[in-house]
T-cell receptor, first 115, second 111 residues
Framework: GAVVSQHPSWVICKSGTSVKIECRSLDFQATTMFWYRQFPKQSLMLMATSNEGSKATYEQGVEKDKFLINHASLTLSTLTVTSAHPEDSSFYIC???????????FGPGTRLTVL | GQQLNQSPQSMFIQEGEDVSMNCTSSSIFNTWLWYKQEPGEGPVLLIALYKAGELTSNGRLTAQFGITRKDSFLNISASIPSDVGIYFC???????????FGGGTRLMVKP
């Protein structure tokens, strides 16, 4: 199989704090990982694409200084939500592109609640 | 950009019924993917289609890649309560490195 994990599963934090979310591909290497955001009853919205060893590519309207992405290895990407505010509360999902396929495998998601 | 239109938006059916949902696009896709997402979880890949005209099954699920490469359908036979969730179609862009998602079909199954 192709398993992607995310940590933490959920997090509650105070406004103004920073939150780091990890995404790992457990049994395959992923040169590209993706970060999505999903609001209730909506489809997934791509935030950024990260490639191992290079800077992430952000979608239009996504603040790169607020959503810091680090793709440190072929199996790990992190998303840091800096100075989180209540409007950042959402379900954040990562996916990993298995090399040689056009198929993305998704993590279980991280629910972020900012008080 | 590429857009995927998925229909219906939601379905409420009786257990045991068959379900059909589809996805259309104004542009060509070389791969069609169908995912299922349950509440509080990430999407799980159900079926991947790589060839126009391809018909692929996964248990009670069957999906077809349209000949024109602009559409795909997903059928679920003999639905059961655990089929409840949101089903998304998706296709990669030409470079193969980004997915476009349909709006999803929310399936509810009444026991």
């Amino acid at each position: 199989g192709a398993v992607v994990s995310q940590h933490p599963s959920w997090v509650i934090c105070k406004s103004g704090t920073s939150v780091k979310i990890e995404c790992r591909s457990l049994d395959f290497q992923a040169t590209t990982m993706f970060w999505y955001r999903q609001f209730p009853k909506q489809s997934l919205m791509l935030m950024a694409t990260s490639n191992e060893g290079s800077k992430a590519t952000y979608e239009q309207g996504v603040e790169k200084d607020k959503f810091l992405i680090n793709h440190a290895s072929l199996t790990l990407s992190t998303l840091t939500v800096t100075s989180a505010h209540p409007e950042d509360s959402s379900f954040y999902i990562c996916s990993a592109d298995r090399a040689g396929t056009d198929t993305q495998y998704f993590g279980p998601g991280t629910r972020l609640t900012v008080l | 950009g590429q857009q995927l239109n998925q229909s219906p938006q939601s379905m409420f059916i009786q257990e045991g019924e068959d379900v059909s949902m589809n996805c259309t696009s104004s542009s060509i896709f070389n791969t069609w993917l169908w995912y299922k997402q349950e509440p509080g979880e990430g999407p799980v890949l159900l079926i991947a289609l790589y060839k126009a005209g391809e018909l692929t099954s996964n248990g009670r699920l069957t999906a077809q890649f349209g000949i024109t490469r602009k559409d795909s359908f997903l059928n679920i036979s003999a639905s059961i309560p655990s089929d409840v969730g949101i089903y998304f179609c998706a296709g990669p862009n030409n470079a193969g490195n980004m997915l476009t998602f349909g709006g999803g079909t929310r399936l509810m199954v009444k026991p």
